[in-house]
């Protein structure tokens, strides 16, 4: 396809070609009246959104069928990357379509307020002679944008948009791991999930000293066609805004705004016995911030089998995003993969989202290579296809979790019996939970904290205590239960009073059917 360029010059090694295009009533050339913005890729979402679905036309078989060794091959020249002979604050590398990144963008570049088309040639990738001959490239899948976010003369990774609508983005000194999607659709109910795609990208040239990018792009698919725009301000805490235009051509049962995905295999409270890491993970938990000052923690399992989906009906929340809480090297001992140092997602709505439901979806994987955790935010309205839902979130990607609760959170949940003079039938199930934080600070040993714990109509005999932890610090809530339906979720709640005072968020944990 062809990919648009700033200027006619050579730069860098780059051929790039600037071609002038003028499309009556399209924000994908130049000449529009004014500075471009989110209202220009409004006008072609909402122009998609009233003609039907056209699927993308299929690549050669030679790009389409290149093997997993040989696309690996192919790779963005660093040299070669945008705005790098400009020493910008920011640089943008590529990726080139193939496999299974089959759909190529349109790119456009901002400068002076003004869309101009971009062109990448092939002198911009070496490859290693698997991609077939041509002067121009034949189509980029994806890009990344680079910055000095650890050390100022190294232009790091910064944030990464490959594939349907997926991002992820690293704060200081992180290592990727979970990623974001622009919107998820029917993920849990319908007929089976849909994966719109970030069709074409318009990029904002920086100015020097520059602190945020500013990115936008358009989004298709069967159902849905949207606007967005992206704001990337890099730090120890990476932020990402994201403002969000979305029309509906057909309904759809489970609309998923601001997606997260994941992996969970196993952690403290599913541990296995084959496996020389005591966790592996990417996320261990669910926060919660709901709009009336409750904060929820849900820990991650890896169900047996099957899917399993769980939500919490909130109004206006305050944030919600999957969490690594567990920093610490020896729970891991994954010297490549370094989990401890995979980032947390923390969604902040950007106004007021009304009411609706947090959704959590854990499925069954067998090994870490598969994402098997989701969690969305779902409206509980949505307007009729044909009309707009204007919705905003910003996004931290931390070392630790950007917002924490301002009393004491679970830093640990353990699952399981310890000594035992006789067989403990499997209906019985017990819970150690550890809670810490400011709220327990200077508490004396003898302090009447009491753990409020309950269940669904599936827990009988709960039974808890609470008392200090003088080993680790904070106070241990030990749960015992019995389950009186293995064939139905269990679910329990748990959090610390003193008095009349909460001192900790809320434990909920959830056990799929077996």
């Known amino acids: 396809m062809q990919i648009e360029a700033t200027s006619v010059m050579r730069r860098s090694g780059w051929l790039r070609a600037l071609t002038t295009l003028v499309v009556a ?68 590398q590529f990726f080139h379509v193939g496999r299974g990144f089959t759909r ?29 001959p041509s002067e121009v490239v034949s189509g980029i899948a994806g890009l990344r944008v680079h910055h000095a976010l650890n050390t100022p003369k190294v232009m790091d990774e910064l944030i990464v948009f490959l594939g349907a609508s997926y991002f992820r983005a690293l704060g200081a000194g992180q290592r990727y791991g979970l990623s974001a999607r622009g919107l998820a659709v029917d993920t849990a109910g319908g007929s089976g999930e849909e994966f719109p795609a970030f069709t074409a990208f318009w990029l904002e040239r920086p100015v020097p000293g520059a602190q945020t990018l500013r990115l936008y792009a358009l989004l298709d698919g069967p159902r849905v066609a949207g606007a967005y725009q992206f704001d990337v301000k890099p730090g120890a805490t990476t932020i990402v805004d994201v403002q969000a235009r979305l029309w509906l051509r057909a309904p759809v049962a489970t609309l998923g705004i601001a997606p997260l995905s994941s992996m969970f295999l196993h952690g403290e409270n599913q541990p296995v016995a084959d496996d020389y890491r005591p966790e592996v993970h990417d996320s ?79 499925f069954h994987t067998p090994d870490e290579t598969h994402d098997n955790i989701a969690a969305y935010w779902v409206p509980q309205t949505l307007p009729p296809p044909g009309q707009p839902l204007a919705i ?48 327990l600070a200077g508490l004396p040993a003898d302090a009447a904290v009491e753990a409020v714990v309950s269940g669904n109509d599936n827990a009988r005999a709960l039974r808890a205590v609470a008392y200090p932890n003088p080993a680790r610090g904070g106070w241990r809530v030990s749960i015992d239960v ?22 900790s968020e809320t434990w909920s944990y959830a056990l799929a059917p077996q």
């Open 25 to 92: 009533a399209s924000s994908l050339t130049a000449g529009q009246a004014g500075a471009f913005g989110l209202d220009d890729v409004a006008r072609d979402a909402e122009a998609l959104a009233r003609q039907p679905y056209r699927e993308p036309a299929p690549l050669p078989a030679e790009l389409a069928q290149l093997s997993y060794d040989d696309y690996r091959k192919v790779r963005f020249r660093p040299d070669q990357g945008l705005w790098r002979a400009e020493a910008l604050p920011f640089e943008l």
């Open 104 to 132: 190529p963008l349109k790119l456009m570049e901002i400068v002076d307020g003004q869309a101009r088309p971009l062109e990448i040639p092939r002198a911009a990738f070496s490859d290693e002679g698997v991609l077939p």
């Open 284 to 362: 261990d938990g669910l926060q919660i911030a709901t709009g009336d000052g409750e904060w929820i923690w849900r820990p991650l399992t890896n169900p047996r089998r099957g899917a399993f989906v769980t939500s919490f009906a909130l109004k206006s929340p305050r944030g919600f995003g999957l969490q690594q809480r567990d920093r610490s090297f020896t729970s891991y001992e994954d010297l490549e993969a370094a989990y401890e140092r995979r980032p947390s997602v923390w969604i902040e709505p950007l106004g007021d989202w009304g009411a609706g439901r947090v959704e959590l979806l854990q």
């Open 392 to 439: 905003g979130w910003r996004m931290h990607w931390a070392a630790d979790a950007a917002t924490q609760p301002p009393g004491a959170r679970v830093v640990q949940t353990r699952f399981g019996h310890g000594y035992r003079e006789a067989p403990i039938p499997p209906q019985r199930l017990q819970f150690h939970l550890d809670f810490d934080g400011p709220a």
């Open 482 to 503: 019995e389950r009186a339906d293995a064939g139905r979720a269990l679910e329990l709640r748990a959090f610390l009073r003193l008095g009349d005072r909460t001192l």
